[in-house]
């Protein structure tokens, strides 16, 4: 069984900044992607950035783009999200996945850690 745990989440003052961690466990665990979405209730989840664990490339959406950044320990089997600037719209909660295979197909997911973002 393949687990994923989020923490760091909380609550900022809009302009500040949060870090949220994703610790995988479990089994034999290799997936070739990891991925950050977030979900404001009673809306759809969305994908907010994802890195590649073979060579580290990454991806942001253009609504993060220059705040937040997407990294990576593979010695520690950790994923990070550094989140920079932070705006109310941020507000949200964060979810990380993996990928086995392809970057737009993700197998597993964490249970998510909440981001508030006060004006």
């Known amino acids: 069984q393949v687990q994923l745990e989020e923490s760091g989440g909380g609550l900022v003052q809009a302009g500040g900044s949060l870090r949220l961690s994703c610790a995988a466990s479990g089994r034999t665990f290799s997936p070739n992607f990891m991925g950050w979405f977030r979900q404001i209730p009673g809306k759809e989840r969305e994908f907010v950035a994802r890195?590649?664990?073979?060579?580290?490339?990454?991806y942001h959406v253009d609504s993060v783009k220059g705040r937040f950044t997407v990294s990576r320990d593979i010695s520690k089997n950790r994923v990070y999200l550094q989140m920079n600037k932070l705006k109310p719209e941020d507000t949200a909660v964060y979810y990380c996945?993996?990928?086995?295979?392809?970057?737009?197909?993700?197998?597993?997911w964490g249970q998510g850690t909440a981001v508030t973002v006060s004006s």
């Open positions: 890195i590649a664990l073979t060579d580290g490339s990454t």
């Open positions: 996945a993996a990928a086995k295979n392809n970057w737009w197909q993700y197998d597993y």
